[in-house]
């Protein structure tokens, strides 16, 4: 079984940082990513950010230049560093983590960026 556990969200003003972080623990040492999803109201859930084991990085367009995704393999945990915040980014922010072809969620956190 593999468990995420994501912390650090919460209200900011737009142009304002938010870290969110997601810790891993399970049968994790065979992942081939992990990263994270969000889903705002009315929306359909939508990738934010994803690294491989490899260290490899992919980004959604939206997010590009203002949020960065890292990991600590050390530590079981992947963070994202959020800066630059807009209205457009509020949603429920998920972690997810991909071990060959399972998916694994996160309970999810919400980020709500004021104007």
């Known amino acids: 079984q593999v468990q995420l556990v994501e912390s650090g969200g919460g209200l900011v003003q737009a142009g304002g940082s938010l870290r969110l972080s997601c810790a891993a623990s399970?049968?994790?040492?065979?992942?081939?990513?992990m990263g994270w999803y969000r889903q705002a109201p009315g929306k359909q859930r939508e990738l934010v950010a994803v690294?491989?084991?490899?260290?490899?990085?992919n980004y959604a367009d939206s997010v590009k230049g203002r949020f960065t995704i890292s990991d600590d393999n050390a530590k079981n945990t992947v963070y994202l560093q959020m800066s630059s915040l807009k209205p457009e980014d509020t949603a429920v922010y998920y972690c997810?983590?991909?071990?060959?072809?399972?998916?694994?969620w996160g309970q999810g956190t919400q980020v709500t960026v004021s104007s």
């Open positions: 997810y983590c991909r071990i060959r072809v399972l998916a694994y």
């Open positions: 399970g049968s994790i040492s065979s992942r081939n990513a």
């Open positions: 690294i491989t084991s490899g260290g490899s990085t």
